[in-house]
C-alpha cells in the first residue's frame, strides 16, 4: 500500500535519520486514517493533498 500511494519505493532520502523520519510519517499518516475509518486510503490522500488544511481535521483526533 506505501508503494502505491507514496511511491516509497522511489524515494531517495538514504542518509541520517531521513528514511526512518519518513516511515514514521507514513505510518502516523495510515493509524490516523485507520481510526477514522477510513478504507479509501488513496483517495483520501488526493483529497488532503488538494487542499492541504484538511490534513488538521485528522490530526485534531
Not at 24 to 49: D, P
Request: hydrophobic share 40%.
Amino acid at each position: 500500500m506505501r508503494d502505491t500511494i507514496w511511491r516509497e519505493d522511489a524515494n531517495q532520502t538514504y542518509s541520517g535519520n531521513g528514511p526512518r523520519t519518513l516511515a514514521v510519517l507514513r505510518n502516523l499518516a495510515l493509524s490516523l486514517f485507520r481510526l477514522h475509518g477510513i478504507t479509501k486510503v488513496k483517495e483520501t490522500t488526493e483529497f488532503i493533498a488538494r487542499a492541504r488544511n484538511r490534513a488538521l481535521t485528522f490530526l485534531a483526533t
